[in-house]
């Protein structure tokens, strides 16, 4: 019922791929990120907040035709039974459930188990087959308390008063998440933005995530005094350009479970990392299997090898699909 190609996990009965790397005829997609979520395809199948994500991010015309998905709806596609079930990922993110004659295999996409009030939380959904990220899958991956790592920023912003906080987060999911988190630990000043965050910030407000204060972080028409002490936030990329270091005395922060990695913060000129991740750690990883029980786990990308073997280990038939073309945006 579903393998993978180069295009990514194509379903022949159904005739769609699922998170397909390049442009095809008829597409089902997890979530807006863009490893997962391309422009370009003909017909589209996705929950109605991944639909309006890729239309923001790749405007009106990403692709030909589409299909909104609420979650826990049965769609019947070219004879395969259809169903979006939440991930916990990113706003709108959904593992999607394929069933026909007794066999159900659930892709999940990229999802995380930690509480977030940014986007709907995981939900196990039954299956035969459960196709799971390993981002974090290394024993190692022990992510922390995301509000501990907001605690960092905020004593730093009292030691050190008189700097801009910089903080790079992914435009989709990260950043709003990391506002709302910030917002939840008492922090009500206004918090500024990269522009290239504004217009994600503007649909997760309007789909009722409050986010507070946000303003410009525009400096052509601001004294960049004005920012002292201030928490702006931006996308990496915008990190490594002029537009940081007109800042006052800027402390640079990254949101991202990698920083768990100290050589990564290191090489990136992190002062302050803060390992926030919208992945599951290890241990969620191993929780999330056990609990939904599959007949066989199917790896898609990361760190394959050591859950395909943890898997064996624990008599779950397992294989790495060693797919290509997914990256870590929403880390």
Not at 32 to 56: E, N, P, Y
């Amino acid at each position: 019922m579903l393998h993978p190609t180069p295009a990514g996990l194509f379903c022949p009965i159904g005739r769609f791929h699922v998170d397909p790397v390049r442009p095809v005829e008829r597409a089902l997609i997890t979530h807006g990120h863009s490893d997962h979520a391309r422009a370009g395809h003909g017909r589209v199948l996705a929950t109605r907040q991944t639909l309006d994500i890729m239309r923001i991010r790749y405007g009106e015309d990403f692709c030909q035709s589409e299909q909104a998905a609420a979650f826990g709806d049965e769609i019947e596609v070219d004879g395969v039974k259809v169903s979006f079930h939440p991930a916990g990922h990113v706003l709108g993110s959904a593992q999607i459930a394929l069933e026909k004659d007794g066999l159900r295999i659930v892709v999940s996409g990229d999802y995380k188990r930690g509480v977030d009030p940014t986007c709907a939380p995981f939900e196990p959904v039954a299956c035969d087959v459960f196709i799971t990220e390993a981002t974090f899958g290394l024993p190692v991956f022990h992510h922390p308390d995301p509000k501990h790592e907001i605690g960092k920023l905020l004593t730093s912003l009292k030691q050190f008063p008189e700097r801009s906080h910089l903080i790079g987060a992914y435009a989709l999911g990260k950043a709003q998440r990391v506002i709302r988190l910030i917002r939840d630990c008492g922090y009500d000043e206004p918090i500024f933005i990269h522009g290239a965050l504004a217009r994600l910030c503007d649909y997760y407000t309007s789909q009722g995530i409050e986010l507070g204060d946000i303003r410009p972080a525009t400096l052509e028409k601001k004294d960049p005094n004005a920012f002292k002490g201030a928490v702006v936030v931006g996308p990496p990329s915008a990190f490594q350009d002029r537009w940081a270091r007109r800042f006052n005395e800027p402390l640079i922060a990254f949101a991202s479970g990698w920083m768990m990695v100290r050589q990564r913060a290191k090489q990136g000129g992190v002062e302050l990392p803060l390992v926030i991740s919208d992945h599951c750690d290890w241990p969620e990883l191993l929780e999330t299997i056990g609990e939904i029980a599959p007949s066989e786990v199917w790896v898609t990308h990361g760190r394959e090898e050591a859950l395909v073997r943890w898997c064996e280990l624990k008599n779950i038939p397992a294989r790495p699909l060693h797919l290509v073309g997914y990256e870590d945006e929403g880390d």
